[in-house]
Each structure stands twice: as C-alpha cells, then as structure tokens.
C-alpha cells in the first residue's frame, strides 16, 4: 500500500511542468487518531489546525509546505490505594513538505494523492499530586516520519477558493507514538 501511494503522485504529474504555476495558501482542521507503542489510558485523538502555503504546477503536480498544532491530549489517574494522581499531557507539533499527484475526476473536481516527510515535536508532561508535594516531568522529543494521503479537492468555478477532505498516515515511531492517521477538511486560496 505504501509503495502504490508513493507511485501515484508520479504517475498522475505527466504535465507536471507545465507554464501553469498556481501558489496558494490554506488552512486545515483535523482529527488524528494515535496508535501508541504501548497501552495507556490517554485518549487516541487529537485535534489539530494546520496552516500551509504550497504551489500546483501544471495541473497534475503540486508540492506544498505545512505547519501543524494539535490540541493538548490530557488524562489524570487517580490511583485507587493511594492518594497520588497522575496528570498526563501529551502534544505535538510538526512541520514539512508534500508533493502531490492531482487527477481530474470530473470538472473542478480533482482526485489526489500525497507523499512527504514531517519533523514531529512530541512534548509529554507528567505531574504527580499527592496531600504533600507536587512532582512533574516533561521531555520533548523529535522524529522525522514519511507522510502517505489520498482525498479529493473541488475548486470553485471563479478558480479563487478551493475545498478539500482528506485522509494522510504518519509514520511516526518514537517512544510514545507508533502512527499517527488523520483525517481532516480544509480551504485553500489560489492567487
């Protein structure tokens, strides 16, 4: 499966440079479901809000440039022997780049596919509350991971403002995070 969404964005460019550069900017919401490396009680979703600035070229071939913040992922366990509890923070951020493959399904409607790379900056902040003091650590930790996405795009006849769903997988693996699979829907605005 990886390899096939690797191959696509290859395939579907043959135009790819083409005189028509169109730059955008965009905006994205999304949801991301984590699959951990080991079980826990946090929560595995994460809202997110993405900015980013690409260019389509041709009109079979993109690249674009992405920033992303989640929402921070909080669990507190209280232990049933001991009067400790545990309040647990998880969150991330992460930056890069994709290329895209774009396909013309029907007019102003474009399937795509999608292949980068995304540094990940994964903070993690654990307090520990008992009756008589307050402990709390935190680590942050960098990964870089490849990036696979498919989903679909209309563009608005006026060629200004275009709409997109999209679903991406993250190959994360670091010590908390195995992957990461997001879903998410979003504008762009094409100059």
Request: hydrophobic share 40%; aromatic share 18%; no cysteine.
């Amino acid at each position: 499966m990886k390899k096939i969404l690797f191959v696509l964005p290859l395939i579907l460019s043959t135009n790819a440079f083409a005189n028509n550069f169109t730059p955008y900017i965009g905006l994205d919401a999304g949801l991301n479901i984590a699959d951990y490396t080991y079980d826990q009680d946090l929560e595995e979703q994460y809202y997110t809000a993405t900015i980013n600035a690409g260019m389509r070229i041709g009109s079979n071939f993109g690249v674009e440039l992405f920033f992303t913040q989640s929402a921070d992922n909080e669990n507190t366990l209280v232990y049933e022997f001991s009067t400790l509890t545990q309040d647990i923070n998880i969150s991330y951020q992460s930056f890069g780049f994709d290329i895209f493959g774009y396909y013309s399904m029907v007019e102003n409607m474009d399937f795509f596919t999608s292949f980068g790379i995304a540094n990940y900056r994964i903070s993690n902040e654990i307090k520990y509350i008992d009756e008589f003091e307050i402990y709390s650590e935190s680590d942050i930790m960098t990964e870089t991971a490849s990036r696979f996405g498919i989903g679909l795009m209309y563009t608005f006849p006026n060629d200004d403002i275009s709409i997109l769903g999209q679903y991406q997988y993250s190959t994360v693996n670091n010590e908390y995070i195995k992957s990461l699979s997001e879903f998410s829907i979003g504008f762009r605005y094409n100059f």
